[in-house]
């Protein structure tokens, strides 16, 4: 299966005409998987841009799933807070920015409506995904940065305070300054069964200077003595959210593996 942003090899066949011969090696794939099935979303992607805005709201739940999904191939992190125009909402999308920040995940502020240079300054020489839930202004960003890309946006849901899906598909768009663009469908679930135990653990950036430090090799980090996460959240050294974050996903992971086997 092929996947935005793949690289082939191609046989001429005849004038004008060509087969794919060859998938060319991936350096990185993002994708997302429940029980039964994978959604491939890009790959060769070198930075993962997640848009967030003030209007409707996000999730910043939803936000640490991508981050766990970037960090397990080893991307770079900028998360845009979008729609900075709309001053209602700006005071609580930063604050569920908050911990992202104190992880030293950087966070830029714009309105895709009004200027995006401080952005496009940061997409030079990388391939780019955005990412995000519906109704982020994704699409208008990609307006904004390369016009005549021409991606069509909608208005967002006042009723349901949720985008309308506009980009249907992942697409990748050069960017005149160098490196490319992969505008990518809003979604609103972000499942990680591909990640095992190990792989989800290391995708928390905070945790992985406390690797090896409890008191049993196998420890869950849910009630056993000597958990060096578990007091590292007590001391305030690690957020307790962030923790009761991986269990959860843990749990979900564990269980779609299971229906997937048909346990």
Avoid at 77 to 106: C, E, M, W
Avoid at 125 to 130: F, H, I, K, R
Avoid at 155 to 174: C, M, N, Q, W
């Amino acid at each position: 299966m092929f996947a935005c942003g793949d690289r082939v090899q191609v046989a001429d066949t005849g004038p004008g005409q060509g087969v794919i011969d060859k998938l060319v090696e991936r350096s990185s794939l993002l994708y997302r998987s429940d029980a039964w099935r994978q959604k491939l979303i890009a790959a060769n992607a070198t930075q993962v841009v997640m848009v967030v805005a003030t209007e409707p709201s996000f999730s910043d739940e939803f936000v640490s799933r991508c981050l766990c999904a970037a960090e397990s191939q080893h991307l770079k992190v900028l998360i845009v807070l979008n729609k900075t125009d709309i001053p209602a909402g700006l005071a609580d999308a930063r604050s569920r920015l908050a911990s992202f920040v104190r992880l030293g995940y950087p966070v830029l502020e714009l309105s895709a409506l009004d200027n995006v240079d401080a952005l496009r300054s940061l997409l030079v020489g990388e391939t780019s995904l955005l990412v995000g839930q519906s109704g982020m202004g994704k699409s208008t960003l990609t307006n904004a940065l390369i016009p005549e890309a021409r991606a069509e946006t909608r208005e967002i849901s006042e009723v349901l305070d949720t985008g309308k899906h506009t980009t249907t598909f992942a697409r990748l768009y050069p960017l005149p300054e160098g490196g490319g663009l992969i505008d990518s469908p809003g979604m609103q679930t972000f499942g990680l069964v591909h990640l095992d135990n190990e792989a989800l653990e290391a995708s928390f950036k905070e945790f992985r200077p406390y690797a090896g430090q409890c008191r049993f090799r196998d420890c869950r980090h849910d009630s056993e003595p000597g958990c060096a996460l578990r007091e590292a959240a007590e001391r305030g050294e690690i957020e307790g959210r962030r923790l009761r974050q991986f269990l959860q996903f843990r749990a979900e992971c564990e269980n779609g593996r299971r229906q997937a086997q048909g346990w």
